[in-house]
């Protein structure tokens, strides 16, 4: 798949602008602050709906406007989909061939993206909620059921941290019959989101392992582990895993209404990646830890090809430069030729590929995009 047009109109820096659009490398030049991230941003927009930098939409909207738009058509294999996003004070809208989608679960995965920018590099040294995010995103472009029963999730999760904090300290009958029946929902939903992650990180494991092998020419073996915050087997049927965490929330019960939260379940799992068998977080080097998140970024890109039948749109976020030459080269050989690719930098001289060398190259100044 590609994006074949894309317009931006009062988008952050842009005016009114649009693009046509190689099928691909496509490299976007410019200084600081001229819009290069702006553009990644609205293509990442494009295919989830939501903003990688900022939680607030209305920070998306031009200075002294009171709307944003972005627009593009997208080619796949077997058909065409125009794409819609509209930003304004009253909220936003997503269109699908012109039709207003209302709910995003109907409208993410009609274009595929992988973005990978310098914080990424964080995924394996960072906090768990930034690989909880990262699992949650991608099989959310895959699957838009695990979207529906995450937020099913997420929306019963809230109700009962606030049935907690009302039950301090003397739960009343009523409330503990009341936990009852939310527990029961709770345990349903967290099933499924666990056994969604579980399997997915299992797929997942399969390529970046692979790709990790290849790029430590065969010196470090990569795992990823699913870790419960609950103690439970997340590779278990449902009704044992459904058995095991009302167990521990029978344990914990006591705990969690002194706290007012929610102590297990899948808002506090983890996922470990070990290089030989050790926690790359704790005790891997800077420079394996920067090989295991690339590892998974190109693992990322061939599993949602295994799923959906071709290749996702690559974003490439002034990241090139923070890897070395030798983890460079494995991530444009794996890309070229076969993926549409935007890559932002301040000096192309600074990456010696050839499939930089043969790509399509804008110039980013002041809200402009100019092809060279």
């Not at 909207?61 to 058509?73: D, V």
């Not at 521990?248 to 929610?262: C, D, F, T």
């Not at 799923?307 to 923070?322: A, H, M, R, T, W």
């Amino acid at each position: 798949m590609y994006v074949k047009n894309i317009r931006l109109k009062q988008y952050r820096n842009y005016g009114d602008i649009a693009l046509q659009i190689e099928n691909t490398v496509n490299v976007i030049v410019g200084e600081n602050a001229q819009g290069k991230t702006n553009l990644m941003e609205a293509i990442h927009m494009l295919a989830f709906a939501k903003s990688h930098r900022t939680s607030k939409d209305k920070e998306l909207i031009g200075w002294n406007h009171e709307f944003a738009r972005i627009e593009a058509s997208v080619e796949r294999e077997h058909r065409h989909v125009d794409l819609e996003v509209i930003l304004s004070a009253k909220g936003k809208k997503v269109k699908k061939n012109g039709i207003e989608q209302k709910k995003l679960s109907e409208y993410i995965g009609a274009c595929n993206v992988v973005m990978f920018a310098p914080e990424d590099l964080n995924l394996v040294k960072g906090g768990p909620n930034m690989r909880r995010r990262f699992i949650d995103m991608e099989i959310g472009q895959i699957s838009p059921v695990y979207l529906h029963d995450l937020s099913k999730y997420q929306r019963i999760l809230k109700q009962r941290n606030q049935l907690l904090k009302g039950m301090f300290p003397v739960p009343s009958r009523e409330q503990e019959l009341t936990l009852e029946v939310i527990d029961e929902q709770y345990i349903e939903a967290a099933v499924k989101v666990i056994q969604r992650r579980y399997g997915f990180l299992q797929q997942l494991e399969g390529w970046a392992s692979e790709i990790h092998t290849r790029i430590t020419q065969g010196r470090e073996q990569l795992e990823l582990q699913y870790d419960p915050s609950a103690n439970i087997h997340a590779e278990m049927e449902a009704s044992a895993l459904a058995e095991q965490l009302r167990a521990e929330l029978a344990r914990r019960r006591e705990n969690e209404i002194r706290r007012g939260l929610s102590l297990a379940g899948p808002h506090r799992d983890e996922m470990k990646l070990l290089v030989n068998e050790r926690d790359v977080q704790t005790y891997g080097s800077q420079g394996q830890q920067r090989t295991a998140a690339l590892s998974l970024k190109m693992a990322e890109i061939e599993l949602i090809r295994s799923y959906v039948g071709e290749y996702p749109i690559l974003l490439l976020d002034d990241v090139l430069s923070e890897l070395d030459q030798h983890r460079q080269s494995h991530l444009l050989d794996a890309i070229q030729g076969k993926v549409q690719t935007f890559v932002t930098t301040t000096s192309i001289e600074s990456i010696k590929h050839e499939t930089i060398e043969r790509a399509t190259v804008f110039t980013a100044r002041q809200g402009q995009l100019e092809k060279q």
